[in-house]
């Protein structure tokens, strides 16, 4: 796992899509109705929706990522894409120092601007995911949705409305993530969706409910949970 974790709508039933066909023209556009849009395509328009994001808010402005401006986290993002080196310490103690080295040779070379003009122009898998193509590309998916409201929503940046299809697959890559992320968790968790899909996690005599679109599920389960829009209860 190696999204950075510095410490309603009404719609009906998601839908299926089919990997082995193409995107429609409408879910190029952001307003996808069409169950035939596969992952990686979400995961490609997501990119593009969190560098028009990067770019409204400017190097300066805060993210939910705890220490780190928008420059920061657009950094992030190309190491993904660019610096092997880089990616033992992106996840975690005790090689950070080795990212964050790899990080200001970034920030010395390029400007906040062209950074985001390379993520823009480099689409496709992510190589730190290597296995992420047969899982249906969601790690990478998951990855682009939170670092877009990392630097969204404590900026009041709007957003486009976001269709069945990617609510849909975050939903899965919720699940997936889930088990990873809230396994230390002393208590079972409940991940409730608003068309009334449950997935379990855990065991336990005690449970944590939380229930909410995907889009904000997946914000709770990757620890942003204060700006997470989800109702949690225990039972």
């Not at 950074?115 to 290597?130: D, S």
């Not at 682009?144 to 486009?160: C, E």
């Not at 068309?195 to 990757?222: F, K, M, N």
Request: glycine fraction near 8%; proline fraction near 7%; include cysteine.
């Amino acid at each position: 796992m190696l999204t950075a974790t510095h410490s309603p709508a009404r719609w009906g039933k998601g839908l299926r899509f089919d990997p082995a066909q193409p995107v429609s023209s409408e879910c190029r556009s952001g307003t996808c109705q069409d169950a035939r849009v596969t992952t990686a395509d979400l995961r490609d328009r997501q990119l593009q929706r969190c560098c028009d994001v990067l770019a409204a808010a400017g190097p300066d402005a805060p993210t939910l990522c705890e220490g780190w401006t928008a420059h920061d986290l657009a950094i992030h993002l190309w190491q993904l894409k660019h610096d092997p080196l880089a990616w033992p310490g992106i996840a975690g103690p005790p090689l950070s120092h080795l990212s964050e080295h790899r990080a200001d040779l970034v920030r010395r070379r390029w400007p906040y601007q062209t950074i985001i003009e390379q993520l823009r122009e480099q689409t496709g898998p992510l190589p730190c995911m290597p296995l992420d193509r047969f899982r249906g590309d969601r790690h990478a998916l998951g990855e682009y949705f939170i670092h877009t409201q990392d630097v969204a929503r404590p900026n009041g940046i709007g957003q486009p409305a976001l269709d069945e299809a990617l609510q849909e697959a975050l939903w899965l890559r919720c699940i997936a993530a889930a088990r990873v992320l809230r396994r230390k968790q002393p208590r079972g968790l409940v991940l409730e969706h608003t068309d009334g899909r449950r997935h379990v996690i855990g065991r336990g005599a005690r449970q944590t409910i939380v229930a909410g679109l995907p889009s904000e599920l997946i914000c709770w389960v990757y620890g942003r949970r204060t700006v997470a829009h989800v109702t949690v209860s225990e039972k």
